[in-house]
C-alpha cells in the first residue's frame, strides 16, 4: 500500500512540476513579445541611433579629405570640394 501512495505522490508531483514549466514558458513568450515591440519604440531605438550616426560622421570626413585635391577641384563623383 505504501508503494501505490509513492508512486501517486511522485506521479501528481510531475503533474504540477509540468504545469508549472509550462506556464513560465507561455508567460516568457509573451514577456520576450513585449520586449521585442518595446524596442522598436522610438526612444528604445534614440541610442542606437545616435550611435551610429555618430560613428558615420568620422568615416565620413576620412572620404572627403581623401577625395580633395590640393588645387579644389571636383572629386571623382562631381562634388564640389569646397
Known amino acids: 500500500m505504501t508503494v501505490v501512495v509513492i508512486v501517486a505522490v511522485i506521479v501528481v508531483m510531475a503533474v504540477l512540476i509540468g504545469f508549472s514549466l509550462r506556464r513560465r514558458a507561455t508567460s516568457d513568450g509573451v514577456d520576450s513579445f513585449r520586449r521585442q515591440i518595446d524596442a522598436l ?10 550611435r551610429v550616426k555618430s560613428a558615420e560622421r568620422p568615416e565620413t570626413d576620412k572620404v ?3 577625395a580633395d585635391d590640393a588645387d579644389g577641384a571636383p572629386d571623382r563623383n562631381g562634388d564640389d570640394a569646397s
Open 41 to 50: 519604440s522610438p526612444e528604445a531605438r534614440k541610442p542606437t541611433v545616435e
Open 64 to 66: 572627403v579629405d581623401a
